[in-house]
């Protein structure tokens, strides 16, 4: 392959970091050297599929997993051995939302929690309760995944942390309240600065946020890259080919998808279009086109992908 897929972002400051994150449950690999680098400012997708190791490296963020190797960082704090300043510069939202404060009511619940935060936003926070229809006199064990998963949008958000990190923070929300929720993030993230980094499968979702990705199966990070990358060096191309054509060998390994119709074939491809072309050209086939992925598209073509690049 001419063009490896970038693993490693350099030259900018980062908000979060990770350095060959190693981490196994008995025999399971969760984490096999794992380093995400998150600018400061940046929204920052990781996608995967179930059992990639997306929970347990945001978990690794906050000291809630300790990794058997490798370091982490958030804002520059090391989260194992300084985990109350890596979880006060952070506003999460967990995967799974039963952690044991089923009892609680849920204006007590966001009560015990503004105390731990001195930048806690009472005006935001009610805001944000009002228009995510929070009920504060609801036990917690009683909402449904939606109604929690709001309340603890409004846990992450209403001290503003320098980062965020959301685990899959849109599972679970009706179409209106997807749609409110993520333009309340957009907001957030125009209003204060922050860097975010959420997990989700609904890649979709928040497309138009995203402008870097992260790419992880089988516990490794296989793709890292600016969302600007990838539109530029991911393309679907599309070209005529002769008769029996052979292939192209020269471009082994960043053919990410192949489909064929007739003598058009239509291959996904990574590296400089330009140099793909050329490739193409010189195993005889006729470009036609060459079009830029949706980041849905994209991750669906990254995750199907069954060789690690
Ligand atoms: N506490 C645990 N004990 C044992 N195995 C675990 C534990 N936590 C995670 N794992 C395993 O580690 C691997 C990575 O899990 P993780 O939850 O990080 O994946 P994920 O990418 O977040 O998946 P999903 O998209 O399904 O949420 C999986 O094989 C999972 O079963």
Redesign the pocket.
């Known amino acids: 392959m001419s063009t490896p897929l970038p693993t490693r972002l350099d030259g900018v400051p980062l908000a979060v970091r990770t350095q060959n994150l190693t ?1 196994r ?2 025999r ?1 690999t ?2 096999d050297d794992v380093s995400l680098q998150v600018p400061e400012g940046a929204v920052y997708v990781l996608i ?10 945001l ?1 690794v963020l906050l000291d809630l ?1 300790r990794a058997d190797s490798g370091t982490a960082e958030v804002c520059g704090v090391d989260p194992r051995t300084r985990g109350p300043e890596a979880r006060a510069q952070t506003g999460y939202v967990p ?1 799974r939302l039963d952690w044991g404060y089923g009892w609680m009511r849920v204006g007590r619940l966001l009560e015990h929690h503004a105390a731990y935060f001195p930048a806690w936003d009472r005006e935001y926070a009610a805001r944000l309760g009002r228009i995510f229809g929070i009920e504060p006199e609801r036990r917690m064990g009683t909402l449904s995944k939606g109604q929690s998963r709001r309340v603890h949008l409004i846990m992450a958000l209403a001290h503003r942390p320098p980062v965020l990190v959301l ?2 923070p849109t599972d679970g929300l009706d179409p209106v309240m997807l749609d409110e929720a993520l333009g309340l993030l957009a907001e957030h993230v125009a209003d204060t600065p922050t860097t975010v980094l959420v ?1 989700t ?1 609904q890649v979709h979702d928040v497309e138009r946020l995203a402008d870097h990705v992260g790419v ?1 199966r089988d ?1 490794r990070l296989v793709l890292q890259a600016p969302r600007d990358v990838l539109h530029r060096d991911l393309r679907r191309y599309r070209a005529e080919v002769p008769e029996g054509w052979a292939g192209a060998p020269e471009l082994n390994g960043a053919v990410l998808r192949r489909g064929a119709l007739g003598r058009e074939i239509q291959w996904t491809i990574w590296g400089g279009e330009r140099d793909v072309a050329q490739r193409l050209a010189r195993a005889g086939a006729v470009v036609r086109d060459a079009a830029p992925l949706t980041l849905q598209e994209a991750a669906i073509t990254l995750l199907s992908r069954k060789d690690q690049p």
Do not use: C, I, R
Request: hydrophobic fraction near 25%.
């Open positions: 981490k449950f008995g399971q969760a984490l995967g599929p179930n059992g990639a190791g997306k929970s347990t490296t978990k997993v995967e685990d899959e997990s499968h992880m516990g």
